[in-house]
């Protein structure tokens, strides 16, 4: 089945840990996202790659990196600067061309704790 | 002002009611808006997009009035199933610029 999968389900960083979070998709989607969403808020954008080995920051960067090696992954590291790390993180997709006309699909998202 | 504000209810309504939400957005530049679902601790997933002239897909039905900034959902003989956060997203002109989500509206329809 094409979709979207988030790995880990739930993880746990310790102080000062860089923690790393998958995302890998077969949908052939050009553009992949990352947001973090806290208990009542709204989806915020970390960051986003429109093409392989291109990306870009998103509202709430600080803390987070990313790269885009291949068109499938988009992985995301949680390093030890971000020191409010606990929320549900969410990978999306979307297909190319104007992609602001195109609906973005979910992975599954992975919740991340401090221990 | 927010860029895009929803009521975060909850709306509490019986089995087989007729619900709606608004949702409005702050930016005129916006291109494209679409209605989330969300269940609780699961990820967004498309219920539908909004076009300017309306559309339907079975019970529900989504509106856009550009001129007051605002779409709306509507939701007819509300189903057990249909309880879940209803998200409003809107996206502008600009390439690949990005989706803003508001915070959701929850529904709770009850036996």
């Known amino acids: 089945d094409g979709g979207i999968t988030q790995s880990p389900k739930y993880l746990f960083r310790k102080e000062g840990q860089n923690v790393t979070l998958s995302c890998e998709q077969n949908?052939?989607?050009?553009?992949m996202y990352w947001y973090r969403q806290d208990p009542g808020q709204g989806l915020r954008l970390i960051y986003y790659?429109?093409?392989?080995?291109?990306?870009q920051k998103g509202d709430i960067a600080e803390g987070y990196s990313v790269s885009r090696e291949k068109k499938e992954s988009f992985p995301l590291t949680v390093t030890s600067a971000q020191k409010n790390p606990t929320a549900f993180y969410l990978c999306?997709?979307?297909?190319?061309?104007?992609?602001?006309?195109?609906?973005?699909?979910f992975g599954d998202g992975t919740r991340l704790s401090i221990l | 002002r927010k860029e895009v504000e929803q009521d975060p209810g909850p709306f509490n309504v019986p089995e087989g009611a007729t619900v709606a939400f608004n949702c409005t957005y702050s930016?005129?530049?916006?291109?494209?808006f679409f209605w989330y679902r969300q269940d609780c601790r699961k990820e967004p997933k498309l219920l539908m997009s909004?076009?300017?002239s309306g559309n339907e897909d079975g019970r529900f039905t989504a509106q856009l009035n550009r001129a007051s900034q605002y779409i709306s959902l509507l939701i007819r003989d509300s189903k057990l199933s249909d309880s879940a956060t209803y998200l409003c997203?809107?996206?502008?002109?600009?390439?690949?610029?990005?989706?803003?989500f508001g915070k959701g509206t929850m529904l709770l329809v009850s036996p």
């Open positions: 790659s429109q093409i392989v080995n291109d990306f």
């Open positions: 997203v809107v996206a502008m002109n600009s390439g690949y610029s990005t989706l803003t």
């Open positions: 909004v076009y300017s």
């Open positions: 949908l052939n989607h050009d553009a």
């Open positions: 999306a997709s979307s297909s190319g061309g104007r992609a602001y006309n195109q609906p973005q699909h």
């Open positions: 930016n005129s530049a916006s291109q494209s």
